[in-house]
T-cell receptor, first 113, second 111 residues
Framework: DTAVSQTPKYLVTQMGNDKSIKCEQNLGHDTMYWYKQDSKKFLKIMFSYNNKELIINETVPNRFSPKSPDKAHLNLHINSLELGDSAVYFC????WGQGNEQFFGPGTRLTVL | GENVEQHPSTLSVQEGDSAVIKCTYSDSASNYFPWYKQELGKRPQLIIDIRSNVGEKKDQRIAVTLNKTAKHFSLHITETQPEDSAVYFCAASGDTDKLIFGTGTRLQVFP
């Protein structure tokens, strides 16, 4: 009965590789997000999708490409991984509209060697 | 651009004491202010939120106050317990659902 789930939980990879993180929510929400939390714990929005449509696209390198096949899923593909991409990536979901609670997934800890 | 400042970055209190965390936002259009708690190795979870038409909200030992004129809001935890130890984040959003998070406060409650 997990509300927001992500896979994998841990990801260790070499510089230059391409990797994907998957997110699914079963809350019936129509909006999903990707956040990056760096080693100093700063939590920053990267993208948001509403009903499969990209809404927020912060200043993120275009090596990061989100994809939303349906409103319950939001994946994040990262090309040519760099050391600075090492972080915890959180997926979240909410009902569309201002002031709705965002529910976070368990996070994916990405380590680039 | 939008910015949320949060202080202090670390806070240590004795069990039973109160803890206060303060945030200031820059975007005057902000009207939703949630607080998230993140335990070590876990996901952020909403503990309380407040909207701009309210000045204060309380839920058991947790309260949040909002001063729209000064553009700041605060989290108050009374009768702290060791399980309150975590990182707390304030956030603000305006007409969209984009949340701008503060830099976090690491709260340690010593028994």
């Amino acid at each position: 009965d997990t509300a927001v789930s992500q896979t994998p939980k841990y990801l260790v990879t070499q510089m230059g590789n391409d990797k994907s993180i998957k997110c699914e929510q079963n809350l019936g929400h129509d909006t999903m997000y990707w956040y990056k939390q760096d080693s100093k714990k700063f939590l920053k929005i990267m993208f948001s999708y509403n009903n499969k449509e990209l809404i927020i696209n912060e200043t993120v390198p275009n090596r990061f490409s989100p994809k939303s096949p349906d409103k319950a899923h939001l994946n994040l593909h990262i090309n040519s991984l760099e050391l600075g991409d090492s972080a915890v990536y959180f997926c979240a979901s909410s009902q569309w509209g201002q002031g709705n609670e965002q529910f976070f997934g368990p996070g994916t800890r990405l380590t680039v060697l | 651009g939008e910015n949320v400042e949060q202080h202090p970055s670390t806070l240590s209190v004795q069990e039973g004491d109160s803890a206060v965390i303060k945030c200031t936002y820059s975007d005057s259009a902000s009207n939703y202010f949630p607080w998230y708690k993140q335990e070590l190795g876990k996901r952020p979870q909403l503990i309380i939120d407040i909207r701009s038409n309210v000045g204060e909200k309380k839920d058991q030992r947790i309260a949040v106050t909002l001063n729209k004129t000064a553009k700041h809001f605060s989290l108050h935890i009374t009768e702290t317990q060791p399980e309150d130890s975590a990182v707390y984040f304030c956030a603000a959003s305006g007409d969209t659902d984009k949340l701008i998070f503060g830099t976090g406060t690491r709260l340690q409650v010593f028994p």
